[in-house]
T-cell receptor, first 115, second 115 residues
């Protein structure tokens, strides 16, 4: 079936603008994750949803970052008043089960460049 | 706290050579899960394997094999008879039940296979 999809694939924002990044998980996957990947680094956890509930947002770097998954499927990561340090690839992943024992399937990412 | 170390930043081999990618992890938990992901130039992380802490059996899948040793906290990945299509960044990741469903990634190893 279809994998995880993300849109847009590329986003250029001027510093101070708000951006919204969308993730469509694999159908039926309960868990949804957002990660941030800086150039040359491994992905770093931002936040986790189980269905519509945001169970862990400890990785969000500041209160300018906000994520939602209102109906338990599509999720949006919003960054307000973007800063240059927000430039990164934002990866979304979904998993069939609730625990870390199950593999996460990743989307292609959204590359955000803040100028 | 958990940590994953991939000491090899870059590896370059010639096609048909065998290559081993190292992964060392740190955790005090007794139940944990280890993963390997491949990130080709297209950017999408591709799941390769999952192991749990109670299963130290090595695994082979085609040209890929994994060596899990709890005594040295290592989960190394070997590609036999490497091919140009194996060129990618490879990430090792750790999941803990006690930290929810997040994965902690290493910084990755860039593998280049030259013809």
């Amino acid at each position: 079936g279809a994998g995880v999809s993300q849109s847009p694939r590329y986003k250029v924002a001027k510093r101070g603008q708000d951006v919204a990044l969308r993730c469509d998980p694999i159908s039926g996957h309960v868990s949804l994750f957002w990660y941030q990947q800086a150039l040359g680094q491994g992905p770093e956890f931002l936040t986790y949803f189980q269905n519509e509930a945001q169970l862990d947002k400890s990785g969000l770097p500041s209160d300018r970052f906000f994520a939602e998954r209102p109906e338990g499927s599509v999720s949006t990561l919003k960054i307000q008043r973007t800063q240059q340090e927000d430039s990164a690839v934002y990866l979304c992943a979904s998993s069939y089960r609730k625990t870390s024992s199950y593999e996460q399937y990743f989307g292609p990412g959204t590359r955000l460049t803040v100028t | 706290a958990q940590k994953v170390t991939q000491a090899q930043t870059e590896i370059s081999v010639v096609e048909k050579e065998d290559v081993t990618l190292d992964c060392v992890y740190e955790t005090r938990d007794t139940t944990y899960y280890l993963f390997w992901y491949k990130q080709p130039p297209s950017g999408e992380l591709v799941f390769l394997i999952r192991r749990n802490s109670f299963d130290e059996q090595n695994e082979i899948s085609g040209r890929y094999s994994w060596n899990f040793q709890k005594s040295t906290s290592s989960f190394n990945f070997t590609i036999t008879a490497s091919q140009v299509v194996d060129s990618a960044v490879y990430f090792c990741a750790l999941g803990l039940e006690t930290s929810g469903s997040r994965l902690t990634f290493g910084e990755g190893t860039q593998l280049t296979v030259n013809p």
